[in-house]
T-cell receptor, first 112, second 110 residues
Framework: NAGVTQTPKFRVLKTGQSMTLLCAQDMNHEYMYWYRQDPGMGLRLIHYSVGEGTTAKGEVPDGYNVSRLKKQNFLLGLESAAPSQTSVYFC???????????FGPGTRLTVL | AQSVSQHNHHVILSEAASLELGCNYSYGGTVNLFWYVQYPGQHLQLLLKYFSGDPLVKGIKGFEAEFIKSKFSFNLRKPSVQWSDTAEYFCAVNAGDMRFGAGTRLTVKP
């Protein structure tokens, strides 16, 4: 089992460009999350989904959109990238007996 | 809203020193508590978790944590750290909504 995978691993964008980050999971978990990780700020929740076809805003949703058309995929979109969105983005699922989260390897995004 | 506080931003220890990383949270109801570790260049991995029962939980690689309900704390400990423990450590609390602390960077000098 691959667990949680993310593509791409690295990306450099210019201000104003758009892109989509893909998260895929083969764990059959209902819950999926997108976080951003910035130095000294830990992980902050951008958006999450409690199941196929549903999405909800997290702590820092502005400038991002998400879609969960299939249970196994959770897409994070940046319509018009800004330098403030330079970060490492982690996808996670939630499941197991203790509702623990399982993380993907991360995507390092730089916006120039 | 619930919050998670990690007291130390950066801890530097020599090998074989003992470690204790503080974590406090601000939610009064039933919580699930976690410590995650992130080795350089890698993603977060679960170190240990508390769900119920014995408040002293043991995780991988010799780590343990103690849940003290009266203090809203879940501190991480290890009696003797190794160079390979150099990483960032995140405390997390799940009370319906998972919240992470800002993280503590641990550097272990050989």
């Amino acid at each position: 089992n691959a667990g949680v995978t993310q593509t791409p691993k690295f990306r450099v964008l210019k201000t104003g460009q758009s892109m989509t980050l893909l998260c895929a999971q083969d764990m059959n978990h209902e819950y999926m999350y997108w976080y951003r990780q910035d130095p000294g700020m830990g992980l902050r929740l951008i958006h999450y989904s409690v199941g196929e076809g549903t999405t909800a805003k997290g702590e820092v949703p502005d400038g991002y959109n998400v879609s969960r058309l299939k249970k196994q995929n959770f897409l994070l979109g940046l319509e018009s990238a800004a330098p403030s969105q330079t970060s490492v983005y982690f996808c996670a699922t939630r499941g197991g007996n203790y509702n623990e989260q399982f993380f993907g390897p991360g995507t390092r995004l730089t916006v120039l | 809203a619930q919050s998670v506080s990690q007291h130390n931003h950066h801890v530097i220890l020599s090998e074989a020193a003992s470690l204790e990383l503080g974590c406090n949270y601000s939610y009064g109801g039933t919580v699930n508590l976690f410590w995650y570790v992130q080795y350089p260049g890698q993603h977060l991995q679960l170190l240990l978790k508390y769900f119920s029962g014995d408040p002293l939980v043991k995780g991988i690689k010799g780590f343990e944590a103690e849940f003290i309900k009266s203090k809203f704390s879940f501190n991480l400990r290890k009696p003797s750290v190794q160079w390979s423990d150099t990483a960032e450590y995140f405390c997390a609390v799940n009370a319906g909504d998972m919240r992470f602390g800002a993280g503590t960077r641990l550097t272990v000098k050989p």
